[in-house]
């Protein structure tokens, strides 16, 4: 039972985690992308449609990350090079994204999916219950460990990830030093695009393999809420999704035990609890003064 | 080759005007484009979304039915982004409204008097802006970021109605479908001009113009404004940065409150699980392509009410599928925010060694 329970929770944090780790990287940058959503809803459209014509879930899951990219793109043009509104522009990145995988995914619903295959670590998948629970994975559980791992080293140990967050701190010193902000901001910005694309293609090829209109229910969102929870440390985002991917199963379990409670308050914890976190975290200036990048959502016009 | 922009010296009037023009204009290009790659004649299809709704009389009413919400909770909106704000929740604002309007007709369903409207209309407002002030008090108070707890409020409004119609509130004599009881006449927004529209339209037009009145001509007005521009110097001013995140919260609520309870009462004349088509995010491009002032927002509110109808229209029929309608929405915003930059900016295509004319301060 704890097993599956396990299980569960592990599959409802890998998109929370690889989303939230992409949008991590571009606040650090300096930017935030309130397309989360979008781009992560047109991954999963993207990836589903391309694995169901090619009955290639790997083709599938490229093709999520270069819309997601894509995507991210469009916001980076807008907010980078005609500096639009970062927040007006995050929303519009949403709503478009909605739409467009409406659109694109009307063909598919009720399509039956494909199921990338889980992959069993030799050996290490024998023990006992650590073996199924962390060694049996499909591939993209895998790839968002690695991602927090990779970018926690990229951010705190390279020497380009200092420059990156020095953007994210302070553009003005980073671009009297010679640094092109604009440039380093747009790779970011097509990073978190690369990732949402790909959290986007586990909701639709592993989560639950089909295609339903708006099926991310908030999670683009809960995802920007983990980068704060985590107070952009890239260690933290694994603790954020694995407890909001734990409240948002209690409503299967709950369900499963028949706790007398009304299913819609159970499936109202995960979007409580993000409000919850967000205001425990927000009341500690220290903290939060501390890790915010400095020029979050500031527009950046250089003069030459 | 590169885009490079060039700061004005001051807000261009003329580009103020022309951009949602032009953003308009780009969208239907957009579209034009859409319906080529979906195999429709691109003119046919255009004509279909954007001009036939105009020419019936069902459809234009159906298209002012439509824009009313979306005018309401706009101008509510613009408010809150005038002056910092930023409620994206206004969909869950809208839904609390017309749960809290609808407490007296599906609980009181006996209480039929000239009152009952009034009653109700107030409940929506208090309902709606009781919603949006969580989200307000959140910020002012431990500093939380408003954009992720209005949101997020959305969908907890979402579930709170839901579990309302399939639970307390379903009609007894319903059947068990999951809905409220029918609204008796007394609590049902008449009908006026000759059946044209329901009260709620000239409701809505007349708040909007007292909008109009009060962002341009009173010290209220010029206080949303400066305190979005530039809150250190609204300091100075004595303004309050907290009690304006307040103030401009309940009336975005308060309105998409009363917004909710105009369209249970005027048109669906019950509760259902799902009340709104998206109103409370669409209103958000309504409020962007009005350029945040009431005026705009109620010619950009029939704009996009005019898209919930063409996307029906080239459903049925052209076989289009009407999330074409959202697609347009999306689009539309995107060419808004685009075309802002030309206000501030011009835009001048440079190749890479061209150097710059002296004098000129230019960004890229």
């Known amino acids: 039972m704890f097993e599956a329970v396990l299980l569960t929770v592990i599959t409802a944090a890998t998109p929370l985690l690889i989303a939230a780790i992409g949008e991590l990287v571009v606040e650090r940058s300096g930017v935030l992308n309130l397309g989360v959503e979008g781009m992560m809803i047109m991954g999963a459209v993207i990836g589903f449609a391309i694995a169901n014509q090619t009955g290639s879930g790997t083709l599938g899951v490229i093709g999520a990350i270069a819309a997601g990219m894509a995507m991210s793109a469009l916001f980076g043009f807008l907010v980078l090079v005609l500096v639009a509104n970062q927040v007006a522009t995050g929303l519009a990145l949403t709503i478009l994204g909605l739409g467009l995988s409406g659109m694109i995914g009307e063909a598919y619903i009720g399509v039956p999916g494909l199921r990338i295959p889980e992959l069993y670590i030799p050996i290490l998948s024998d023990i006992p219950f650590i073996g199924p629970v962390f060694f049996q994975q499909d591939a993209i559980v895998y790839i968002g460990f690695a991602l927090i791992i990779g970018v926690a080293y990229f951010l705190f140990r390279t020497r380009a990830g200092l420059i990156l967050r020095s953007v994210g701190d302070n553009h003005g010193s980073a671009h009297a030093l010679g640094y092109s902000v604009l440039k380093i901001r747009f790779m970011a910005v097509l990073f978190g695009g690369a990732c949402a694309g790909l959290a986007g293609a586990y909701m639709s090829l592993a989560y639950t393999p089909q295609w339903v209109e708006n099926m991310t229910a908030g999670r683009g969102w809960i995802a920007l809420a983990l980068v704060v929870f985590a107070s952009w440390l890239p260690f933290r985002v694994i603790i954020g999704a694995y407890l909001f991917g734990a409240v948002s199963v209690l409503n299967l379990h709950a369900q499963a035990i028949g706790l007398g409670v009304p299913s819609q308050f159970l499936s109202s914890l995960p979007y409580l609890a993000t409000i919850g976190v967000l205001v425990l975290i927000s009341a500690n200036r220290r903290l939060t003064l501390v890790n915010t990048p400095a020029c979050l959502g500031k527009p950046f016009v250089p003069d030459r | ?364």
Request: aromatic share 10%.
């Open chain 2, 1 to 364: 080759m590169r885009i490079e922009l060039v700061k004005r010296k001051e807000h261009s009037e003329l580009m103020s005007l022309m951009s949602p023009l032009i953003a308009v204009g780009l969208t239907a290009l957009s579209a034009a484009i859409i319906f080529a790659i979906s195999g429709v004649n691109p003119a046919l299809g255009l004509y279909k979304f954007f001009i036939e709704p105009l020419t019936e009389q069902w459809s234009l009413e159906a298209t002012i039915e439509k824009a009313t919400p979306l005018i309401l909770i706009g101008c509510g909106l613009a408010v809150c982004y005038l002056s910092n704000n930023w409620n994206i929740g206004a969909e869950g604002q809208f839904v609390v409204g017309a749960m809290f309007g609808s407490i007296l007709p599906v609980m009181f369903p006996s209480f039929e008097n000239s009152l009952t409207l009034p009653l109700m209309l107030i409940s929506g407002v208090i309902g709606g802006a009781l919603w949006a002030m969580i989200p307000a008090l959140l910020k002012t108070r431990f500093n939380t970021n408003e954009i992720l707890t209005s949101l997020m409020l959305v969908y907890v409004a979402g579930l709170l109605l839901d579990y309302l119609v399939r639970g307390p509130w379903r009609d007894p004599d319903g059947f068990n479908f999951p809905e409220s009881r029918i609204f008796s006449d007394a609590a049902t927004l008449p009908d006026v001009f000759g059946g044209m529209m329901s009260l709620a339209t000239p409701i809505t037009i007349i708040i909007a113009l007292v909008l109009a009145l009060v962002l341009a001509k009173t010290i209220k007005g010029f206080e949303i404004r400066v305190m979005g521009e530039s809150p250190r110097a609204g300091s100075f001013a004595g303004f309050s940065a907290k009690r304006l995140t307040i103030f401009s919260f309940a009336l975005a609520g308060g309105l998409a409150g009363l917004a909710g309870t105009m369209v249970v009462s005027g048109s669906l004349n019950q509760l259902l699980p799902s009340i709104s088509p998206g109103y409370g995010f669409t209103a958000i491009i309504v409020a962007f392509l009005g350029r945040l002032n009431p005026i705009g927002i109620i010619i950009a509110g029939f704009v996009l009410a005019l898209s919930y109808i063409g996307g029906e229209g080239v459903q049925s029929g052209l076989g289009v599928s009407n999330k074409i309608a959202s697609v347009i929405q999306g689009l539309l915003l995107f060419y808004v925010l685009a075309c802002d930059t030309l206000i501030l900016y011009r835009i001048r295509m440079v190749s890479r060694r061209a150097a710059n004319p002296a004098g000129e301060v230019s960004h890229v």
